[in-house]
């Protein structure tokens, strides 16, 4: 089957420490993107990806890293830098970045800091 | 700057009736997307419907369709014959035309009752 893949479902972090979120998709996306969710909110965009080895901050990308070094995975590192980590982290992916392409999520990733 | 307005919170409705799910939006856009996505308790993204701006029909899915109002900047989500499944978080989303950045809305909760 075809999909985005996330892991874990469930993290946890003690302060202080980095944290990566694995996101995989077998779609042959080229555009890739994290998103944040608090709760009671809508999502926010952290990073994005149009393409292997390129990437661009969203809106909410202090605290946060990514990596693009295969089409198919865009791995979101949560640093110590990032001052209110717990959150719920959707990976999603998209055939390119123009508007015309409907993104598909992942299940997504519960992070909890300590 | 785009925004998305989701005005009710929550909402309620008894099975196999209708409802209607606000949204409003903001934007000085003339080509644009919009979406409503679907997050059950399992938190994963569902597509429920999209609409293109320049189009004038109203985009249906099966049960669901949308009243889209482009002059009112308004698009409204219709579920007919509601379902227990039907209960969720409902996400309205706008999306640019030339690029795929996502502006969310907060969400309606809505609870399907038996």
């Known amino acids: 089957d075809g999909g985005i893949t996330q892991s874990p479902k469930y993290l946890f972090r003690k302060e202080g420490q980095n944290v990566t979120l694995s996101c995989e998709q077998n779609l042959n996306h080229d555009a890739m993107y994290w998103y944040r969710q608090d709760p009671g909110q809508g999502l926010r965009l952290i990073y994005y990806s149009q393409i292997v080895n390129d990437f661009q901050k969203g809106d909410i990308a202090e605290g946060y890293s990514v990596s693009r070094e295969k089409k198919e995975s865009f791995p979101l590192t949560v640093t110590s830098a990032q001052k209110n980590p717990t959150a719920f982290y959707l990976c999603?992916?998209?055939?390119?970045?123009?508007?015309?392409?409907?993104?598909?999520f992942g299940p997504g990733t519960r992070l909890t800091v300590l | 700057a785009q925004t998305v307005t989701q005005s009710q919170p929550e909402m309620s409705v008894q099975e196999a009736e209708t409802v209607t799910l606000s949204c409003t939006y903001d934007t000085s856009e003339s080509n644009y997307y919009l979406f409503w996505y679907k997050q059950p308790p399992s938190r994963q993204m569902i597509l429920v419907i999209r609409q293109e701006a320049y189009k004038q029909q109203n985009a249906t899915e099966n049960r669901f369709s949308v009243n889209f109002q482009k002059a009112a900047k308004s698009f409204s989500l219709k579920i007919s014959d509601s379902q227990l499944g039907d209960t969720a978080m409902y996400f309205c989303a706008f999306i640019n035309y030339n690029f795929n950045k996502f502006y969310f809305g907060s969400g309606t909760k809505l609870n399907v009752k038996p």
């Open positions: 999603a992916s998209s055939i390119s970045t123009g508007g015309t392409d409907t993104q598909y």
